[in-house]
């Protein structure tokens, strides 16, 4: 831990609880599409909690948060509530897209949460239009949370997102999640500039940083300054977080491109682990307090599973329905 | 009534919006210090500023989707893409992004964004930049396709087209930019999915749009000439599409021919004719016509080019071999 | 109670797996996500875990089986407790998910049928002989229909002899088109130059005007034509025929024929070779009244009248209609009947009776250059004049060489009621009218 520890246990307690949210939330739904009841593509964010709860709370409710089809950890980090997201993977219509997205699509404009996208790099576009208007509307100084991952960084719209990004200085924060394999492919094996992906923000100008994605405090650390910084209108940053996902791909994933003593070695990373060590060791948790965050979490996805399944599906209607927006009056 | 030519028409429907409302913006190659390719934005940047009047770069993707993310948070951009033939960079933003965000968000987004752009050969411009991909994007769910044909329905249309909330595809032909035609002082709007009889007649129907409307309107006057009345219609929207329109005329003269630019394999008066078959077959006097562009890339040579574009010839000896008028 | 562990869904795709191999035995104990088995899908071999903690009860599922996604392969709970498959929730579960797939597949076809309904194409039915098909457009039909119209009856106009509207908008059922016996020869009386060895137009396929194929694959046959085939392939499986051949010297017949209508005034029809040659038949005929007959099985039908079949060409092919009883009509007489027949037949205004009615036909192929062929006689007729062309020839008059106008004649005749020697006398009395014609004028 390179951190120095500036939280309160009041904080420490939310973050813990937020992440354990989502590491549980995500075995339930693992669960349910080994049951059948989730189908399509599943995939987990098991071991990246820090990166999203590091970051996203930290946002304002007039931001905006746009990202990729890992996309469970950063909803319920933002707030979205269980139920309806878990109801959404279950394609039921008390889902959050009343099950016409499916895990890939979490949408919550209320929240300002604009998915959730399933074309790799697709939301580079949309996370520079909307920092565009923001900046046209003059109103805010919102800015535009952008995740993406190694993959990602290949497709030609992220340099054309970067580039423009940059000429028009604006605000947005491209967040990097580098779990280090686009799908099968270990990003060497795919990318010239290799690893270090933080490095290709500078033709573009753009200031850029990396850090340990799953040391929660540090990505906190991080990306706080990072949000000022781009509030002050000169421009959008990079941060750049390594990380590790414990589980395949999806769950179609038989991971045979990396060995299980890697797997095994990066457990030791564990953000919620390491997390949890710390603040017992630094008086910020109890292990009462642990014990009984365990338990609320474990009730929680319960209620969310049995809420989901017992969700009635869309109605045949929806098939035709919102396919258009109402004009104006 | 006054009269204008079809690029002035959008120009004047381009600075209505930029004038009346504040969340509009125009995006686009060269829009503004070059003063538009087709010239149709020319003293746009000196009148809007270049807040509001955006050249970006070359990169159809991203500026395409930032028009969806733009839209996506209220504000009311108007992006062109330089030709239809770019479209193509765009295509994954326009068809996976700005189409279906509405219906994967079950109506939490929209997007009203207005993609105007250039369509049609002729121009010896060879062939990357001949093409005409309006008929692709009017089979996408989620998106509006409006191919104007007069200056007084690109006015109208562009004006329903600011209201109508959905990503819409305004396809402008490049010849027909100095069509001239009348146009209403007083504010009129046509709305989407209502086609038009450009000219009434008894014993053909032939359907038609952009480019080709003239095309049909002068294989009309040739018919005329040999005693056929050839009952002209103007589709104007290919999403949605009035089919209505078009089967009460084809129930009325019982014969149908649709004309189109574009490749015969694949296009859009293949869903028309499909439509017409199904809907009025006991009112046919014989097989629904396609007058189609033939499957080949367009070539560079004048004279090889000029035949690879339907003429009104083409509809003539079509008409009266296949109904034996 | 007990938890089920159940073969799980891996991939979107899947949908069975094999139990590879067991990590754990019965009765050992389990820890929540501590991997059980090995299973093996068809990409790769996965380490299964417990969702549930306790002692691994049962397993159900040997190493090796092939199990389907969603069945129970192990049961892990609290020792002691009841290890029996509760085979209802199972069979709840996927007869749940059955009855799901049941209620979407009717849902769907539900859906099916609130979208516009396609109108399928009704097959031909398989023993339809294509010669009884009508080309017709849908509107034609609906429109025959509505009117009452026999389709058979009316002529196409539009590609391929497709029946269109305009035509059965015009049909005129007492001009009926339909034809009972056709000869397939022509003779082209000199005002009608209607097509003359045209080709059958109206058999080609529509096809787009920038594209021709000269001669190659198929023409449909128009109704004329399996008309035309049918009679003559009656004709002669019926009828033995016979030819008998003559050379007729038709000189003196070509000046009085000029000299009649050097007589005639402006508005007067013109003599043509023909009446002459018509004239000269209908006299025959009256000699030999078996050429104007017919065989029947009980014996040889006389017809009571003389009506004189002569081919016209039209432009879907050859019709022949007659001139009703000639028997007693002048030279003039018969050649303003003839002119006025190939007028109605181009309006198509000639009635039945001049469509089917002709006893003894006449076929000139006088125009082309020919010099001689062997007509089909047409049922239910008898006989059938066969004239050449009119050709200048040397010929010895008087023992001198001279030129003449020779026309070569051949009667076919039913040899089951005419024989050779008849044949010939009727022959020849034509040739001696024509020879010395002033008896065909007066």
């Known amino acids: ?329 | 009534m006054t009269e204008m030519i079809l690029r002035d028409a959008v120009a004047k429907a381009l600075r209505e919006a930029l004038d009346t409302d504040d969340r509009t913006f125009l995006m686009g190659e060269d829009i503004g210090a070059y003063g538009g390719p087709y010239a149709v934005t020319k003293g746009f940047l000196e009148d809007y500023g270049e807040d509001r009047i955006r050249d970006t770069p070359i990169a159809e993707a991203v500026f395409v989707g930032a028009g969806a993310g733009a839209a996506m948070i209220g504000m009311r951009p108007i992006v062109e893409i330089m030709t239809i033939n770019f479209s193509l960079v765009a295509m994954d933003q326009i068809v996976n992004h700005a189409a279906k965000l509405s219906y994967m968000s079950n109506g939490q987004l929209s997007v009203p964004l207005i993609i105007r752009t250039v369509t049609g050969g002729g121009g010896q411009l060879a062939a990357t930049h001949s093409q005409s991909f309006e008929n692709w994007y009017a089979s996408i769910p989620g998106l509006r396709v409006v191919v104007p044909a007069t200056p007084q329905d690109a006015l109208g249309l562009f004006r329903t087209c600011r209201k109508d909330n959905n990503p819409v595809i305004f396809a402008e032909h490049s010849l027909l930019y100095r069509v001239r035609g009348e146009v209403p002082e007083e504010y009129y709007e046509i709305p989407l999915g209502q086609a038009r009889i450009a000219r009434p007649g008894e014993d053909v129907t032939i359907v038609s749009y952009s480019g080709m409307v003239r095309v049909a309107e002068e294989a009309a006057e040739k018919l005329d000439e040999l005693g056929i009345s050839a009952e002209v219609i103007d589709l104007r929207t290919l999403s949605p599409l009035d089919l209505e329109t078009v089967v009460e005329s084809v129930k009325k003269t019982n014969r149908a021919v649709v004309v189109e630019e574009t490749w015969k394999t694949g296009g859009f008066s293949g869903t028309i004719a499909s439509n017409i078959q199904e809907a009025a077959f006991d009112d046919l006097d014989g097989p629904v016509l396609r007058i189609n562009g033939p499957d080949v890339p367009a070539p560079y040579a004048r004279n090889i080019e000029q035949a690879m574009i339907p003429s009104a010839d083409w509809v003539v000896e079509s008409v009266t071999y296949n109904f034996g008028l | 109670m007990a938890t089920e562990l159940k073969m799980p869904q891996m991939g979107y795709d899947m949908e069975e797996g094999t139990v590879v191999r067991w990590l754990k035995e019965e009765g050992s104990i389990v820890g929540r996500n501590e991997p059980v088995a090995e299973i093996e899908t068809d990409k790769a071999v996965v380490e299964f875990e417990s969702e549930a903690e306790g002692v691994l009860l049962r397993i159900v599922a040997s190493e090796g089986s092939v199990v389907p996604v969603g069945e129970t392969i192990a049961l892990v709970g609290l020792e002691g407790e009841d290890t029996n498959l509760t085979s209802s929730t199972d069979l709840a579960e996927s007869s749940d998910s059955d009855s799901n797939r049941e209620n979407e597949l009717n849902a769907n076809s539900e859906l099916h049928e609130k979208q516009a309904p396609i109108r399928s194409i009704p097959q031909e039915p398989a023993d339809s002989a294509p010669v009884t098909r009508i080309l017709a457009t849908p509107v034609a039909r609906r429109i025959a229909d509505e009117m009452s119209i026999d389709l058979g009856q009316v002529a196409g106009s539009g590609p391929g002899g497709r029946i269109t509207k305009k035509d059965v908008e015009t049909f005129d059922p007492s001009s009926s088109t339909t034809i009972q016996e056709i000869s397939f020869e022509m003779d082209p009386t000199e005002p009608t130059e209607q097509s003359t060895g045209e080709i059958d137009q109206t058999g080609t396929e529509p096809i787009s005007p920038s594209v021709g194929s000269m001669y190659s694959g198929k023409e449909p046959l128009s109704r004329m034509r399996q008309q035309i085939a049918r009679v003559t392939v009656k004709s002669k499986t019926e009828k033995p025929h016979f030819y008998v051949s003559a050379e007729i010297d038709m000189t003196k017949a070509m000046v009085l024929r000029g000299q009649v209508n050097d007589q005639l005034s402006e508005e007067e029809v013109r003599i043509t070779v023909n009446d002459l040659i018509v004239k000269a038949c209908i006299e025959s005929l009256k000699k030999y009244p078996k050429f104007n007959a017919y065989y029947q099985d009980d014996g040889i039908q006389f017809n009571s009248r003389i009506n004189i079949a002569v081919a016209i060409a039209e432009e879907e092919g050859l019709i022949v209609p007659a001139i009703l009883d000639c028997g007693g009509k002048s030279l003039r007489e018969l050649s303003q009947m003839v002119k006025d027949l190939a007028l109605r037949s181009a309006s198509g205004t000639l009635n039945n009776q001049e469509y089917t009615g002709g006893t003894f036909a006449i076929s000139n192929l006088g125009m082309f250059d020919v010099t001689s062929f062997l007509a089909i006689i047409h049922p239910p007729q008898s006989a059938v004049l066969a004239v050449g062309t009119v050709a200048d020839k040397p010929v010895v008059r008087d023992g001198e060489l001279a030129i003449a106008k020779i026309m070569n004649a051949t009667i076919s005749a039913d040899h089951r009621i005419v024989d050779g020697v008849e044949g010939a006398e009727f022959l020849i009395e034509v040739k001696r009218l024509l020879e010395n014609p002033m008896g065909l004028v007066v």
């Open chain 1, 1 to 329: 831990m390179t951190t120095t520890i500036n939280i309160e246990p009041a904080q420490a307690l939310d973050i813990y609880s937020t992440m354990l949210l989502i590491r549980r939330f995500e075995e339930a739904t693992e669960r349910l599409y080994q049951r059948g009841i989730v189908r399509g593509f599943l995939h987990t964010y098991i071991g990246e909690e820090a990166i999203a709860v590091g970051a996203i709370p930290n946002l304002r409710e007039d931001d905006y948060i746009i990202g990729h089809y890992r996309d469970h950890g950063h909803a319920l980090a933002r707030g979205i509530d269980p139920n309806k997201a878990m109801a959404e993977l279950c394609g039921k219509s008390t889902g959050t897209s009343g099950g016409k997205g499916g895990s890939m699509h979490i949408f919550d404009a209320e929240k300002h949460f604009m998915g959730g996208h399933a074309i790799v790099g697709g939301q580079f576009p949309l996370a520079v239009g909307m920092a565009l208007g923001i900046k046209m509307k003059k109103e805010k100084d919102s800015v535009v949370m952008c995740f993406f991952g190694d993959g990602a960084v290949q497709e030609g719209e992220f340099h054309e997102a970067m580039n423009l990004a940059s000429l028009w200085k604006l605000p947005i924060i491209f967040m990097l999640e580098n779990n280090l394999y686009g799908m099968g492919t270990e990003v060497n094996r795919s990318n010239a500039g290799g690893e270090n992906i933080f490095n290709a923000a500078e033709p573009y100008n753009i200031p850029a940083v990396q850090i340990d994605g799953m040391d929660i405090l540090l990505v906190r650390e991080t990306v706080i300054e990072g949000i000022k910084k781009v509030r002050e209108g000169n421009g959008p940053v990079f941060i750049e977080s390594m990380a590790y996902r414990y589980h395949g791909h999806s769950m179609a994933d038989p991971t045979n491109y990396r060995a299980n003593s890697e797997v095994e070695e990066q457990r030791n990373r564990d953000p919620i682990d390491r997390f949890k060590a710390l603040c017992l060791n630094e008086g910020l948790l109890t292990s009462e307090d642990i014990s009984r965050i365990d338990e609320e979490i474990d009730s929680k996805i319960q209620i969310a599973v049995e809420f989901a399944e017992q969700s009635p599906e869309p109605l045949l209607e929806s098939l035709y329905t919102n396919i258009y927006a109402a004009p104006e009056a």
